[in-house]
């Protein structure tokens, strides 16, 4: 087998569609021959044509030189018949998404290259070990998984199968690097690393619109501004397409066996049925026009007078802190007694409880009580949230006071864990758990959020960020909030939350 990190290849791929070519891109711009391979050669002539214009474009830009671009141009052939792929060192197979098509070409393949010919698939959501289940040598076979478009996302998962050889594995990591690309090592598993990590956002984003605490641009907003995500739930749904992500969803929800962490809302498939897809069709959770987004404005804050003092639970101190020095910035009265005045209004800082559960807890008065979400940051906007007893006017007042800081605010409903605490514990727990799986190494399961998710952090870093026991508490509450196993705590972190280690620690 030739050393794939800088010998001489020829890297066949079967799929001349958008995956096919940004594949084949990437390798021909680091000099490596590439067959493109379809059976439909108008197929094949395009992508090739695209690919072409790819390569100069990178040449214009000054990424490439003439002599590059020509022998980059120069490493790409064509193919429509098996037969001109049997001296290929490598075939990456990035065709349609269908367990008995793809187990055909593999067993086709096998009978055309070299036993010494590895066989990979770029599958985003079949198993890897089903692909080679019919293989005469399944220990050449596995997951190459890119994300799109190739050229710009330096991500690969490099997906060990059940049978698959240690040799293979070191070989696709060092061609990832060869290409530009990070390699991320997976254990076959539904959804691989990033797909499965990725249901925390979606999921949890889709719960909170499903149980009508608030919209989506709320959602989104309190995303970015509060935790640094580049994009919402929502947004992100409608970039990918809902024609994608519905489908993944419910693949990895199915192939765990109905596992609760990684369920689905009917909401999301209504909308799929529904055709409001996203960017692709103009609709979507937004409406978009010449390609951008239509958004509501930030809804008037309350003309009145803030006359009302204002007291916080000193339950959790730190984050109770953190809602004074707002206040204090409004210009507001602080009510410091013991318990509240008979006219103050009382604000609540829950982990991972509703208003609802958390005054019953400190025998508040409800119809008096607020909740604000002071775990994240606080510098651009906060999240208030009311309980069904709430009266409009503290509800008012209270908007009022806050908006006087000169922050952005956003009303929710009565929620566990208001918005952000409760998908980024999702977020959080579900990556604890495929650390606990063994399907991916902590290091290399934070390296894949960020690359294919863009998350502003791994999951596993950001929960440390957080404090593994503050997400274990917001976990528990969520749980004795919602009596659902969904937010059952991964015993990952429960472990290193009660020895206060890190995340990112793996065991011996």
Known sequence: MKNFSKDPLSIAIIGAGVMGRGIAQVA???????????????????????????????????????????????????????????????????????????????????????????????????????????????????????????????????????????????????????????????????????NHAGRGLITEGLRVLHENITDVQVVDEVMRDC?????????????????????????????????????????????????????????????????????????AVPELEVNSSFWISRDNEELSSKVIAVLQEAEVTIDDAATPAKDSIVIVTPLGLDVSTALVNENLPAERTIAVDALFNMDKRLTLMSNPATSELVLNESWAA?????????LIRDSGGFIGQRIIATIVNIACDIAQQGIAKPEDIDIGARLGLAYPQGPLALGDATGASRILTILENLQLVYGDPRYRPSPWLRRRAQLGLSLLDEEI
């Not at 198993?127 to 330096?154: I, Q, Y």
């Not at 806050?402 to 956003?410: E, L, N, V």
């Open 402 to 410: 806050f908006a006087k800081s000169g922050r952005a605010i956003s």
């Open 28 to 194: 021909a711009s680091v000099g490596i021959n590439v067959i493109l391979h379809d059976l439909d050669e108008a197929v094949v002539n395009d992508a090739v044509d695209f690919v072409y214009k790819m390569l100069e474009r990178a040449k214009e830009k000054g990424r490439m030189s003439e002599t590059e671009l020509a022998i980059s141009k120069s490493c790409i052939s064509k193919s429509s018949e098996l037969e001109n792929l049997a001296d290929a060192d490598l075939v990456i197979e990035a065709i349609i998404e269908n367990i008995e098509v793809k187990q055909s070409l593999f067993k086709q393949l096998e009978a055309t290259v070299s036993d010494d010919c590895i066989l990979a698939t770029n599958t985003s959501s079949l198993s890897v070990t089903s692909v080679a289940a019919n293989c005469r040598l399944p220990d050449r076979v596995a997951g190459f998984h890119f994300f799109n478009p190739v050229p710009l996302m330096k991500l690969v998962e490099v997906i060990s199968a059940i049978r698959t050889s240690a040799a293979v594995v070191e070989q696709l990591q060092a061609l990832s690097k060869r290409l530009g690309h990070t390699p991320v090592l997976v254990n076959d598993s539904p959804g691989f690393l990033v």
């Open 227 to 299: 935790l640094g995500f580049r994009m919402g739930p929502f947004e992100l749904m409608d970039l990918t397409g809902l024609d994608v992500t519905f489908p993944a969803s419910e693949q990895v929800y199915n192939q765990y066996f109905q596992e609760p962490r990684v369920r689905p809302t009917p909401l999301q498939r209504r909308r799929y049925v529904a055709g409001l897809l996203g960017r692709k069709t103009k609709q979507g959770f937004y409406r978009y026009e010449d390609g951008n987004k239509i958004e509501s404005a930030e809804p």
